[in-house]
């Protein structure tokens, strides 16, 4: 599968953005999908996680509350909806995806196989 993140900016905080990543390729469906952000001189870190169904949702503690994943299989796309915008969320935001099974490591970069080629997320104060 390949993905393509989009809808990264420039924003103040408090404000919001809505983040989506395309898929083509295989059955998108056949992915649990996340969102993972590398602010600079940092490590990538866990944002958000669903499931192939979108049944299931997950989220880091520092996101929970202001930040919405979602999906729609139809689309081959996968959302995320963030308001409440802090400074400290400047980064890129990298969608990914994974066929593996083992949702358990769905907050770990090493469970996803494939990655899009992130987006910048500013935030202002």
């Known amino acids: 599968v390949q993905l393509q993140a989009s809808g990264g900016g420039l924003v103040q905080a408090g404000g919001s953005l809505k983040l989506s990543c395309a898929a083509s390729?295989?059955?998108?469906?056949?992915?649990?999908m996340g969102w993972f952000r590398q602010a600079p001189g940092k490590e990538r870190e866990f944002v958000a996680a669903?499931?192939?169904?979108?049944?299931?949702?997950y989220y880091a503690d520092s996101v929970k509350g202001r930040f919405t994943i979602s999906r729609d299989n139809a689309k081959n796309t996968v959302y995320l909806q963030m308001n409440s915008l802090k400074p400290e969320d400047t980064a890129v935001f990298y969608c990914?995806?994974?066929?593996?099974?083992?949702?358990?490591?769905?907050?770990?970069?090493?469970?996803?196989?494939?990655w899009g080629q992130g987006t910048l997320v500013t935030v202002s104060s």
């Open positions: 669903i499931t192939k169904t979108g049944g299931i949702t």
């Open positions: 990914a995806a994974t066929d593996r099974t083992g949702w358990g490591a769905r907050a770990t970069t090493r469970l996803y196989d494939y």
């Open positions: 390729g295989r059955a998108f469906s056949s992915y649990n």
